[in-house]
Every structure is written in C-alpha cells, then in structure tokens.
C-alpha cells in the first residue's frame, strides 16, 4: 500500500501568529526630543526644538500630513488645562525602522502662565496616520520660566550716589526701565526708558542696549543712552548699568550697580 506524501491542506495556528507578528500593518510613530531651552524666555520670545520621529511599525504612506501641535501647561502632562498656542502640518517620509528629524521655530505668546511653565508637543494628534499605538506621541520640554513682572529695588553709583531702579518686563518689545531719584541733585526729574527690544540668554543674563530721547516737563528734550547688564536669580535681577543723559543744561555720565526684586 502507498502511503501519501502530499503536504497538509492546511497550516498550523501557530506558524500563522508567528508570520502576523512578524509583519506590523500600521505604523507606530515614537516621539522624541533634543532640547536645551533658555531658563528665561520673554512672551514674544522663539524657541527651535529639534523633533524626533521613529517609526516602530510598517512604512508611512509619502503624500501624508502630519500634525504637530503645540501646547503650554504648567505642568509637564498634557492634560485639560493645557493651551494649544501653535500647529504645523509636517510631511512624513518615514519608512519602518527609520527616523526623520526636524526643527520647528515657535513664538512663545504674550499671555504665558505665571512663573514655570512647559511646551508640549504632540506629533499626530487627529490620527492622520493610523498607528497602533498614540502612546509614545507627546513629548515635553524642560521646566521654562517667565520673568516677566515689575522688579523694583535700589542702586548706587560710583560716587556713592543712591537712586530708585523699577524695571518692568511685559514682552520681548515692552521693557521698561524708570531711574528716579538719581538725577535730584540737578533736578526732580526722572529718565524713563521704554519699549527696549531684549533677551534673556541660557545663562539668565538680561541683555539692554537702548538709545533715544523725549520731551521732560522739567528739562525740556532729554536724550539718554543706557546699557545694562543683569543676571535673575530666584527672582531677583543683580547687575550693573551704565546711563549717559544730557539736556541743554545737563550733561552727564553715571555707572552703578543694582538690586530689585519682583
């Protein structure tokens, strides 16, 4: 009698499995994040994050649209109090294994939260890309801090002459800087320097150049020019400034150091 060879009619359920997990059919997209941000950063101010997007399942269709959004928390989760301020729609060519990258410029808005706060970032956020898992999509930066606020304190010049510094910081274009008292010997009028363009760098040094002049009640045209030099800590600005002013009948130069406080 002759026995059959022939192969089974049907495959085992086990080989099946292994063969499906071997071959993902939706993409898996795994969000990361290579950023230093400054310490301080200014309503009005950017920052560049530099995005890392791995695809951990199969190939990304070439012509699709990503969304990448945007939020600000005060906290490092992205939960319901979280305020979306900026979207991107990215193109991603990402085939399975393989990572794209990018940096993205953000204008952080005027209307920041008090003190600490976070950018989160959430790749595919409508689920343009079908994946099979939005589990590792957010990412979030470092704690960043707004110094915005009135600081306000005391200085004293290289002659030993004090004065009132008050240093208002509303927006990278809306610095204020009031110097009263300083000038009482000569007259009660103050120098009011306003809407000075700065930044804060990494290190949380307050850069201020400015130069300009106005109309004094008292002096008549006043013309000034200021540079100033602070460094923030725990609230506190501690620095040093040179001010040159001059009217028809003044005509000064002062350095001097300081402390305020918000």
């Given at each position: ?29 795994k ?9 301080e950063?200014?309503?009005?101010n ?39 301020f ?15 990258h ?24 409508p ?86 002049g ?46 305020i406080?918000?």
């Amino acid at each position: 009698m002759s026995r059959n060879h022939s192969k089974p009619m049907f495959e085992s359920l086990e080989s099946r499995q292994l063969f499906a997990a071997a071959a993902p059919t939706v993409p898996d997209l795994k969000v990361s994040l290579t950023y230093t941000p400054p310490a301080e950063v200014i309503p009005g101010n950017s920052i560049t994050p530099e995005i890392f997007v791995k695809n951990l399942g199969s190939n990304v269709r070439t012509d699709t649209k990503v969304p990448i959004d945007f939020y600000l928390s005060t906290t490092p989760k992205l939960a319901a109090d979280a305020t979306p301020f900026h979207v991107v729609d990215k193109i991603m060519k990402i085939k399975s294994g393989q990572t794209d990258h990018f940096k993205i410029p953000v204008t952080i808005p005027l209307n920041l939260p008090a003190h600490t706060y976070y950018v989160i970032i959430r790749v595919n956020k409508p689920a343009a890309i079908r994946e099979s898992s939005f589990a590792n999509n957010t990412v979030v930066t470092g704690p960043l801090h707004n110094p915005t606020g009135t600081y306000a304190g005391h200085f004293t010049g290289d002659d030993g002459r004090t004065g009132k510094l008050t240093l208002k910081l509303d927006s990278e274009t809306a610095i204020t800087a009031l110097f009263s008292d300083f000038i009482a010997t000569y007259s009660d009028a103050r120098i009011h320097v306003a809407h000075i363009r700065s930044r804060f760098s990494a290190a949380n040094v307050l850069k201020i150049t400015a130069k300009n002049g106005y109309d004094d009640p008292t002096l008549g045209r006043l013309t000034y020019n200021l540079s100033l030099t602070a460094t923030l800590t725990d609230n506190t600005l501690i620095g040093s400034f040179q001010l040159r002013w001059h009217t028809s009948n003044v005509n000064r130069n002062a350095t001097a150091t300081f402390k305020i406080s918000r």
